[in-house]
């Protein structure tokens, strides 16, 4: 596993984006996940920005959003899908066909979790997947307890990610399940990146890269991805053991 360190959020969401834009021009038909959430917030801005600026063919390129707040509304402002559609798929253009999301309005979530899964399958797999990470260290939601074999699945939420994920949303929301990849997905990916930025997320990729890998705390997971890589800024790095 990979460790890299950037001075401030601004230059932790170039070199993520960076990353994607590298991928795309190597492989215009990659297949990218992407979290939605504060931390790749500027990450996907920077990438659409370039990618507009620099006349990158994104037509060919497949996205798969990481996942979804089930009962949520697409039009919510807190929906991960309404964070992709504002961030990437409007400013970038791309066609529906190009873009997978769970529905999390579904009367049948298992038959999302089938179609998600075949559509990554069909496509060779996942290129590169960029994931957050939970105050209580979860990827997705691959909640503490998560099992490491899981595909994409619907699962109760965690008290911290009921808590925490109140930030995304005007009002209070009634969250009670995710729909998301597994961890399974993460481990199959090419290329997998945990990002986190601030002071809040020292304690967490502490416990993330410095402890033991379990499933109480998902996001030790990357410490055994063969092509996994932490990209932090100097806040979220201060508890580290140097
Ligand atoms: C969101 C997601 C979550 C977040 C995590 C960190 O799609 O998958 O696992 O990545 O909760 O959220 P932020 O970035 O808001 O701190």
């Given at each position: 596993m990979q460790l890299k360190i950037y001075k401030d959020y601004p230059e932790l969401s170039a070199n993520v984006a960076d990353e994607i834009i590298s991928l795309i021009k190597r492989k215009p038909d990659a297949v990218i996940c992407l979290a939605s959430g504060d931390t790749p917030r500027l990450t996907c801005q920077v990438f659409a920005e370039r990618a507009i600026k620099e006349k990158?063919?994104?037509?060919?390129f497949t996205f798969i959003g990481l996942d979804e707040w089930v009962?949520?509304?697409?039009?919510?402002?807190?929906?991960c899908r309404y964070f992709f559609e504002t961030l990437l798929i409007k400013p970038l253009n791309l066609s529906g066909s190009q873009v997978h999301l769970f529905d999390?309005?579904?009367?049948?979530l298992s038959e999302e979790c089938r179609k998600m899964d075949k559509a990554i399958s069909e496509k060779g797999g996942i290129d590169l997947m960029i994931v957050g990470i939970g105050?209580?260290?979860?990827?997705?939601?691959?909640?503490?307890?998560?099992?490491?074999?899981?595909y994409a699945h619907v699962t109760d939420l965690d008290e911290i990610t009921i808590t925490v994920g109140q930030?995304?949303?005007?009002?209070s929301a009634e969250l009670k399940q995710g729909i998301t990849l597994g961890l399974k997905h993460l481990m199959n990916s090419k290329k997998a990146i945990v990002i986190a930025n601030a002071a809040k997320k020292a304690p967490v990729i502490k416990k993330a890269i410095?402890?033991?890998?379990s499933d109480l705390f998902p996001a030790t997971i990357i410490q055994q991805h063969a092509n996994g890589c932490v990209m932090i800024d100097e806040e979220a790095a201060s508890l580290l053991n140097k």
């Open positions: 990158i063919d994104t037509s060919k009962g949520i509304s697409p039009v919510n402002e807190g929906s999390a309005l579904s009367k049948n105050m209580n260290g979860h990827i997705g939601f691959n909640e503490p307890g998560v099992s490491f074999d899981n930030k995304y949303f005007k009002g410095e402890g033991t890998v």
